[in-house]
Nanobody, 114 residues
Framework: QVQLVESGGGLVQPGESLTLSCAAP?????????MKWHRQVPGGGREEIAS????????EYADSVKGRFTIIRDNDARTLTLRMNNLKPDDTAVYYC??????WGQGTQVTVAQ
């Protein structure tokens, strides 16, 4: 059974940085999947914010995070990372790791507030 486990969420102040990790132990086909990060606020839809190709050579970002967030993958370690800089209150959400389209993590909460 494929498991994606996010970690690294927490409470930070505006302007600070945070790094999210997604571990996929035992996911033998990790290298074959497009990997994505999504986020969701209470009562809102799920927003795709970053994606990366299986080989890690191409990536895309939502306009809301472009220039501030960086998505990175390590196929040997089977990990996906999201580096978030200059965080804003609007970045507050639950963040999900996704092996597109099939597998999802349980989510990790990020809160940006004074």
């Amino acid at each position: 059974q494929v498991q994606l486990v996010e970690s690294g969420g927490g409470l930070v102040q505006p302007g600070e940085s945070l790094t999210l990790s997604c571990a996929a132990p035992g996911f033998d086909k990790f290298y074959a999947y497009i990997m994505k990060w999504h986020r969701q606020v209470p009562g809102g839809g799920r927003e795709e914010i970053a994606s990366i190709t299986p080989t890690g050579d191409k990536w895309e970002y939502a306009d809301s995070v472009k220039g501030r967030f960086t998505i990175i993958r390590d196929n040997d370690a089977r990990t996906l990372t999201l580096r978030m800089n200059n965080l804003k209150p609007d970045d507050t959400a639950v963040y999900y790791c996704n092996a597109w389209p099939r597998y999802w993590g349980q989510g990790t909460q990020v809160t940006v507030a004074q």
